[in-house]
């Protein structure tokens, strides 16, 4: 993704950093939709209820 388009986040999940590019015209609740989508195919899956927190990063 374009370096304008998008930003970098560090996604903490069980004791891990996911490094990630997003859009940066998406929502937080779009984001938390996505999220749950694209951890469904991974071995680590996020649970139905999380808290999204935006550290460091303007919103």
Same mark, same amino acid.
């Given at each position: ?29 779009? !984001?938390?939709?996505? $999220?749950?989508? *694209? @951890? /469904?195919? !991974?071995?680590?899956? $996020?649970?139905? *209820? @999380? /808290? ?8």
């Amino acid at each position: 993704m374009n370096k304008r388009t998008s930003i970098g986040i560090g996604l903490h999940v069980s004791n891990q950093i996911i490094d990630l590019q997003i859009p940066n015209q998406v929502s937080v609740a779009r !984001l938390k939709e996505l $999220l749950l989508e *694209s @951890f /469904e195919m !991974l071995p680590n899956r $996020l649970p139905a *209820s @999380f /808290e999204l927190v935006v550290l460091n990063k303007p919103i």
